[in-house]
Every structure is written in structure tokens, then in C-alpha cells.
């Protein structure tokens, strides 16, 4: 028997205790020699972030949470981005707080309320990106005409709202898990990390900025 999870940091003694194998999946706690298949989320926001730069983008905001190891990964890849183009962005242009919906919007709502908005936002995932795109709406704010728009997940959401989003490779992940598992179950030691690569899925969603 194996357990195959995605893992709570809230219930770190508990995988402690445990005296079958483990196996965590889109997130992994530092703390724990567990093996784990996860996305590059790095790479991912790297990805989104040049392609936005590449359009002509240059005032790019980030919306995300700020509770786990997964937002901060995109968060740094954002960052890191901009800073070897280049790029210095306003610290108001970063705005974590919840991975929901309704923040979403009032991150928006915030930037867009703003003297200086932005062209483009890069979202951390496609829920935030339903609540930008219902500000927008709200306030008849064109997507790509006013402001562009990419996000990560690449959910269901993505497609309904014709939105650029980073896509996990959910195939993938599902493959190496499937392997990690048999390697488990035949008593051999699993990788410590896999590490599964993302592709940027391009919808309607992103244009080069309007020039003043």
C-alpha cells in the first residue's frame, strides 16, 4: 500500500508517523524526504513572463496567494524575469493575498484604480484571472485592447474565457506518478523530486500594448 497525496503542511506528524510509503503530488513539504511529482512552476512563470515582454509589455502586475511553496515559486519567476530584462516594476503592482476569485477582482479593482495602471497582468491562477475578468467587465475594460491577460492552470476556466494560461501537463504528471508508484511498489527508492515542465497555451487574451 502506498499513499499518493497532495500534502497539508497542517498534517507534517502525521506523514511523519506513517508506516507506509508516500508519495505527494503538486506540492511537497520541505521538511520531508518524501518523493514528489511536481510542476516547474518557475519555468512556467518564466514563460508567461516573456511572452508578455516579447508582445512589448513593459508595466507587467502579478496576482496571486501567498500562503504556499507553489504561488512563491511563480511569484520568483515573475521577479527574476523582469529583473534581467531590465525591468523595474512598482511595488503596488504586486498584489498577494488569496488565490480566489473575489481577490481577484479587488487586486484589480486596486491597479486599475491607480494613476499608473498596467498593460498586462500575469495571474497565478485561472481563478484569480475569472475575478480580473469580471472587474474588467464591470468597468468595460478591453481584454487584450486595454490590458492583457495571461494566467496558470490552463483549467477549464482558461478555455471558457478564451485566456492564455500556463498549462501543467496534467498527462504527464498522472504518467510519472503512475511510475513513481511502481517503483514504490516494487521496494525500489523513487526519485526525490520529478519535476514535470509546462507549455504556455495562447488564446485571445494577450496583444502589444495600445501606445499612448
Not at 508519495?23 to 518523493?35: A, G, M, Q
Not at 494566467?151 to 478564451?162: H, K, Q, V, W
Amino acid at each position: 500500500m502506498v499513499l499518493i497525496a497532495v500534502p497539508n503542511a497542517e498534517c507534517i506528524e502525521s506523514y511523519r508517523n506513517l508506516t507506509i510509503p508516500l508519495l505527494f503530488f503538486d506540492l511537497y513539504l520541505k521538511d520531508l524526504s518524501v518523493p514528489h511529482v511536481v510542476t516547474d512552476d518557475y519555468q512556467g512563470a518564466t514563460s508567461a513572463t516573456e511572452c508578455l515582454l516579447s508582445l512589448g509589455h513593459r508595466k507587467i502586475a502579478y496576482i496571486s496567494g501567498t500562503y504556499d511553496f507553489t504561488s512563491k515559486l511563480r511569484r520568483q519567476g515573475y521577479l527574476d524575469t523582469l529583473s534581467k530584462n531590465n525591468i523595474t516594476i512598482p511595488p503596488e503592482y504586486i498584489k498577494c493575498q488569496e488565490p480566489t476569485r473575489e481577490w481577484g477582482y479587488y487586486a484589480a479593482r486596486e491597479l486599475f484604480n491607480s494613476k499608473d495602471a498596467p498593460t498586462a497582468i500575469f495571474c497565478g491562477n485561472d481563478t484569480i484571472a475569472a475575478g480580473v475578468f469580471r472587474y474588467f467587465t464591470s468597468q468595460k475594460i478591453s481584454i487584450p485592447g486595454d490590458c492583457s491577460i495571461i494566467s496558470f492552470g490552463n483549467t477549464p476556466i482558461a478555455e471558457d474565457l478564451n485566456l492564455a494560461s500556463v498549462s501543467q501537463n496534467s498527462n504527464k504528471i498522472i504518467d510519472a506518478i503512475s511510475s513513481n508508484l511502481q517503483i514504490i511498489l516494487k521496494g525500489d527508492v523513487a526519485p526525490r523530486e520529478t519535476l514535470i515542465s509546462t507549455n504556455l497555451v495562447l488564446r485571445g487574451s494577450t496583444a502589444p500594448p495600445v501606445l499612448a
